[in-house]
């Protein structure tokens, strides 16, 4: 009868559970081994490793279909199930499968490993994304060096992927079939379990745009002030190469001669970091000791063994960030090549985020140890460093010398906050439309790089600072593209974080919408157990509910809203079309004049 079937169903699933956390420990331990150490020994043994356990795990799955769970009562235990009749990428027949892992390890190993020469030295060819490329990126103003060093990248780490990439596209467009998806694009969105979840993001974006187009034409007239009108137009898109990061994602690193008070005290957390003998061990002890501040769980031990938080020497390893689940309720890592800057500040509580998610929900079956929806996951660490960047918050750590929190002063941390938080969604936006365009296929290779930089023109209204063809492949160029990672996970952590961070500041009594001794761009939750808790409450559902129920636990809220955001930022949003207004400057951008179809 149904009752007993339920119950066998309990047990089954736990037991298969426990294995499915074996069976993980020994995925993330392969590709910890690997990314750790790029070596072509290290690849072939962990692809090995993701061959037996895929067979392994469809045997599993075809175990599941004996059990009616649509029936069951018990909501979690049918949540369970329908987790595990999902079989993934392990529905590839077994020479499809590896010939997938194949394609997406050499795209991310080639990205790890790509080199290119010094525009100041052309015998120096040994230059690295991290720390040698990103340095350039942050520090020069000469826009040829600037040119050179994004056009050998592009190169270096984007065409060069663009047949792997092709490959990786056909066969997990396959798996996504066998899944019962039509595509790579619906079985990303499924994550979300909304019916409208793209247009949903449309709607942000339409939410968002005004205040972006107000922050890209102030942005463009500094820039144009500064490099001359035949480098930056009046009227047209922003060259690529001129925003201090390699993709335009984020233009904090021109913040220093573009800022709306240039004569107030210049906040230079990267100096006075140096200045101060910080140290990665250091900025990893302040973000535990900020989480614990707020009654959360402190870094077990073998985080502070197994983790790698400084590039090594006699080895290639990936370097983009990464933080690490092994399942076992211990073995928690971060893997990153840190340097001692602003960014990698923010980076810290963003890694550390995740481990914090982790520690919290480690309670859960194995099935439910991930984010609410990937967006979760991406926003814990965000949500705590917008507290840590508060002006409040740097003073009480001496980041920030004690300054009278004018007018003035607080645009500039506004447009601080802006230049990265802001110009970041269209950066997003574009990533994944691009992509899901590529997996259905009204994108096809012969228009890979003419759609993409279509997308950046009219989206994010940034153009390529030489012309391109379709023999260059510059999507790839972007470690998630390389590396098969979904993107709109952080379109909706920057959203999200916003409505996440007026909750807890609300709840930390460091925000009231009406009391302007209250502003939300001064909150700073640091030792609020009160807002500690009720942040604990959500993250510890891991994946267990729909992830409505979890942003209500905390929020109140049961959709993401750009409210929170446009909430925080509202006094910029004046300052700035006020500032175009004064200026004359053109909101908003033509097509671009480059080619690039
Ligand atoms: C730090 C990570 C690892 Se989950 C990352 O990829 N982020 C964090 C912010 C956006 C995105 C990026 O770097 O593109
Ligand atoms: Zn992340």
């Given at each position: 009868d149904l009752e007993s079937s339920e119950q066998e169903g309990r047990e089954y699933i736990m037991h298969l559970d426990k294995m499915a956390g074996l069976r993980k420990n020994r995925a993330s331990l392969a590709e910890w081994a690997y990314t750790s150490n790029i070596t072509q020994e290290n690849e072939a043994k962990r692809i090995q490793v993701q061959l037996e356990l895929s067979k392994q795990e469809k045997q599993a799955w075809e175990e599941t279909k004996m059990y009616r769970w649509q029936d069951f009562q018990d909501f979690s235990l049918r949540r369970m199930f329908k987790k595990y009749s999902q079989l993934g990428v392990s529905a590839l027949p077994d020479d499809k499968y590896k010939l997938l892992m194949q394609s997406v390890s050499d795209m991310e190993s080639n990205y790890a490993t790509a080199k290119i020469c010094s525009f100041?030295?052309?015998?120096?060819?040994?230059?690295?994304?991290?720390p040698d490329i990103t340095e350039i990126f942050a520090k020069s103003q000469d826009p040829d060096e600037l040119k050179h060093t994004w056009v050998e990248w592009h190169r270096a780490a984007g065409a060069r992927a663009r047949n792997n990439f092709t490959q990786y596209v056909e066969l997990d467009n396959e798996a996504a079939k066998l899944n019962g998806y039509k595509d790579v694009a619906e079985w990303w969105q499924s994550e979300y379990e909304v019916k409208d979840f793209e247009e949903q993001l449309a709607k942000l974006w339409e939410d968002v745009k005004p205040l972006y187009q107000q922050l890209h034409a102030y942005v463009r007239k500094r820039l144009r002030d500064k490099y001359g009108e035949h480098i930056v137009s009046a009227r047209g898109p922003i060259p690529a190469?001129?925003?201090?990061?390699m993709w335009a994602q984020t233009w904090n690193n021109i913040e220093s001669f573009t800022r709306p008070y240039p004569d107030k005290k210049e906040i230079d957390i990267t100096k006075t970091m140096k200045e101060q003998n910080y140290t990665a061990l250091r900025m990893f002890q302040m973000s535990d000791e900020f989480f614990r501040s707020l009654n959360l769980t402190a870094m077990p031990e073998k985080f502070w063994q197994n983790s790698i938080i400084e590039k090594p020497t006699d080895r290639e390893i990936v370097c983009h960030a990464s933080a690490w689940d092994f399942y076992d309720g211990e073995d928690f890592r971060i893997k990153q090549c840190t340097t001692i800057d602003y960014e990698y500040f923010q980076t810290t509580h963003h890694e550390m985020g995740h481990i914090q998610y982790f520690l919290q929900y480690k309670q859960q079956p194995v099935v439910f140890r991930d984010g609410a929806n990937p967006g979760f996951h991406e926003a814990v660490g965000d949500t705590i460093a917008l507290s840590v960047s508060s002006p409040k918050h740097l003073r009480r750590v001496g980041l920030v010398k004690g300054d009278a929190d004018d007018e003035q002063t607080e645009i500039n941390q506004l447009y601080k906050m802006g230049i990265d938080k802001i110009v970041f969604l269209p950066f997003a936006y574009v990533l994944d439309l691009f992509r899901y365009g590529v997996f259905r296929g009204s994108t096809t290779p012969e228009d890979y790089n003419c759609h993409y930089w279509s997308l950046r023109d009219s989206l994010q209204g940034i153009e390529p600072p030489v012309n391109r063809t379709e023999e260059d492949f510059d999507a790839a160029a972007k470690y998630h593209v390389s590396a098969d990672v979904e993107y709109a996970r952080y379109y909706v952590s920057f959203i999200i974080q916003f409505q996440f961070h007026r909750a807890l500041c609300q709840l930390a009594g460091?925000?009231?919408?009406?009391?302007?001794?209250?502003k939300l761009v001064d909150c700073d939750i640091y030792q609020s157990v009160n807002a500690g808790n009720a942040l604990s409450t959500m993250l510890r559902l891991g994946s267990s509910r729909p992830w409505a129920d979890a942003m209500e636990a905390l929020t109140g809220q049961r959709r993401m809203d750009a409210g929170g955001l446009l909430e925080y930022f509202r006094p910029l949003h004046d300052w700035l079309a006020a500032e175009n207004m004064r200026t004359g400057e053109y909101v908003g951008w033509e097509p671009s004049k480059m080619q690039y179809c």
């Open positions: 100041k030295n052309e015998t120096k060819c040994d230059l690295a994304l991290e190469h001129l925003l201090g990061n460091e925000y009231e919408p009406e009391d302007p001794n209250k």
